[in-house]
T-cell receptor, first 111, second 119 residues
Framework: SQQGEEDPQALSIQEGENATMNCSYK?????LQWYRQNSGRGLVHLIL?????REKHSGRLRVTLDTSKKSSSLLITASRAADTASYFC???????????FGAGTILRVKS | GAVVSQHPSWVICKSGTSVKIECRSL??????MFWYRQFPKQSLMLMAT?????????EQGVEKDKFLINHASLTLSTLTVTSAHPEDSSFYIC???????????????FGEGSRLTVL
């Protein structure tokens, strides 16, 4: 069953603005990951943050993890039209490599 | 990064027929592959874990006789939707962890997905 919930469900911003997406989960995890999916395509791994990490950066991406609140956020800075996609968080926990995905956030960046 | 190839990318079939979807790891060995199903504007739902050389492990509520999984080699897993019906129409996506030889980081590499439409 899905254990991750994300908000907002949809986000529309102007190019250049920052986009923040949140994810909550229910059980203990080893790591939390964020993936991106362009419409009708497979998923692409963006970033992984381990349960003992609080913040991680990769290019224009910044991920935070609060294990006490069982939540994570993904920040995309200086967004571009090409960032338009669906973004999913995924957790492993006791499942190891078997990831459980959140509901996803549909991001639209308008140029 | 590691590449997972999925074929076909889309298929249309008549109700009652069977459809096979292939998932290949192109540049690494995958002892485990995962099959997900995704309905429009929804998230991915794990259907089953495909294990090389042994039976697949199905998630609760997934009919094993309906969705046959065969992991014949370290680079190939197949999902066969048997006696497909319109309600089986969906986007099916496979994925694989990179494995020890690529430094098992916990991330998954995904195929491009297969869109099945059953008429």
């Amino acid at each position: 069953s899905q254990q991750g919930e994300e908000d907002p469900q949809a986000l529309s911003i102007q190019e250049g603005e920052n986009a923040t997406m949140n994810c909550s989960y229910k059980t203990s995890i080893n790591n939390l990951q964020w993936y991106r999916q362009n419409s009708g395509r497979g998923l692409v791994h963006l970033i992984l943050i381990r349960s003992n990490e609080r913040e991680k950066h990769s290019g224009r991406l910044r991920v935070t993890l609060d294990t006490s609140k069982k939540s994570s956020s993904l920040l995309i800075t200086a967004s571009r039209a090409a960032d338009t996609a669906s973004y999913f968080c995924a957790t492993d926990g006791k499942y190891g490599n078997k990831l459980v995905f959140g509901a996803g956030t549909i991001l639209r960046v308008k140029s | 990064g590691a590449v997972v190839s999925q074929h076909p990318s889309w298929v249309i079939c008549k109700s009652g027929t069977s459809v096979k979807i292939e998932c290949r790891s192109l540049d690494f060995q995958a002892t485990t592959m995962f099959w997900y199903r995704q309905f429009p504007k929804q998230s991915l739902m794990l259907m089953a874990t495909s294990n090389e050389g042994s039976k697949a492990t199905y998630e609760q509520g997934v009919e094993k006789d309906k969705f046959l999984i065969n992991h014949a080699s370290l680079t190939l897993s197949t999902l066969t939707v048997t006696s497909a019906h319109p309600e089986d129409s969906s986007f099916y996506i496979c994925s694989a962890p990179p494995g020890v030889d690529l430094g098992n980081t916990g991330e998954l590499f995904f195929g491009e997905g297969s869109r099945l439409t059953v008429l």
